[in-house]
């Protein structure tokens, strides 16, 4: 019994650790502000348009995969910097590549978008 509850307590940690890294993102990345504000703007956008669910989900699955990444992203770059402080040629290389992974992500992101919303707009 003692290991279940302890199993499930941290678990509840685990989560209450993630929250404040959402919360971390969101109070402090700008980029994160940004995507939030486009997600709650396509949320919007698919309610009036009524997309269909398979256009639900790929949208959420695009926005979810930016902002993952983003966060990623943000956490490559915070360990950088703890690791090398200093301005390094590694370092920088290593940031542009984890950038590079969220450019990606966003480019087909609004792929997805145009082929939801463009055909709803003409």
């Known amino acids: 019994m003692n290991k279940k509850k302890s199993f499930f307590i941290s678990r509840l940690k685990s989560v209450g650790f993630a929250f404040r ?23 919007l956008l698919g309610f009036y348009f009524n997309i269909s669910t398979a256009e639900w989900l790929f949208q959420f699955l695009a926005i979810g995969m930016v902002m993952s990444i983003e966060g990623i992203n943000t956490a490559v770059e915070e360990l950088a910097n703890f690791i090398h402080p200093e301005k390094h040629k590694k370092i920088g290389l290593i940031k542009d590549i984890a950038a590079g992974a969220v450019f990606i992500a966003s480019v087909f992101a609004i792929i997805i978008g145009f082929i939801i919303y463009i055909p709803k707009i003409i």
């Open 21 to 43: 890294g959402v919360y971390f993102l969101l109070k402090t990345e700008a980029s994160i502000q940004v995507q939030f504000g486009i997600f709650i703007l396509l949320t």
